[in-house]
């Protein structure tokens, strides 16, 4: 058995000082629209199989697709609608694939970190000069579809690999989404620098609100309040709300969510952000006007 890795410390969440995020709000709220791709007949890999379907999954293929062709503009129009901005886990290929849902992203002033380059492609088992190159094609492609170099990580279908969190650090990111320990931005040591980590969540996911709780649009939407309700009531949090449009932008259920917005909008405790933007105000607090 491996040691602990010792990435962060021990400190008990009622222990910590609960300051106020800028403008003195309670809870940081980020959006993380999951843009992906999804092949529909990927390399086989020894480990997982990418689809429960023998290849090609046809049913699985198209379902995904309908985020890119469809409702993505659905969530991201509601998105707009009530002053929220995305932090877009991408998979980079969607640059090449279908550059227009990116280029809609980045009019929208959406930030961008990578969630690797296909959905359908695993880091278990990779060397590390095959992830760093992996890392170094994700800050490239989306440098060159938009203009921005990505500062922060989602491992692909959220496969690791004991050398990726070094690896994004040497790479020159600074945040990972990739813990889900806590419920405020804390540091996270590497071999090559430091990350911070970001409060991303399995629990408000709409994937395992739908796919694994089977959770239907007013319960989804109501876990999500509950969990707003909370983290604002506490103080200094963070509260992530990842989302893939497939799911999240379907006729049925876009209306629960809106309502979701809407009620976190009109609340008056919550810093709408972008991860990178909780990122500089967890490092720098006297400069973003909060605190730690």
Known sequence: MKADPGLYDFARFADRPRDPWPGGKRVAVWVAPNLEFYEIDPPAHPQRRSWTKPHPDVVGYSHRDHANRVSHWRMADAMT?????????????????????VADARQRGWEFFSHGIYNTRYAYGMSADQERAIIADSIRTVREATGQTIRGWLAPALTHTENTLDLIAEAGLDYTCDLYHDDRPLPVRTTTGDLVSIPYSLEVNDHYGFFIY????????????????????????????????????????????????????????????RAGDIADAYRNPSAAGGGR
């Open 214 to 273: 089977n959770m239907s649009p007013r319960d989804y939407a109501r876990a999500l309040i509950d969990q707003y309700e909370r983290l604002a009531a506490e103080g200094g949090t963070v509260m992530c709300i990842p989302l893939h449009a497939y799911l999240i932008g379907q006729p049925h259920r876009i209306a629960a969510f809106e309502t979701v917005l809407a009620h976190i909008a009109a609340d008056g405790r919550a810093w709408i952000a």
């Open 81 to 101: 609608r009530h002053g929220f901005p995305g932090s877009v886990s991408l998979s980079v290929a969607l640059c090449q694939h279908h550059p227009e849902v």
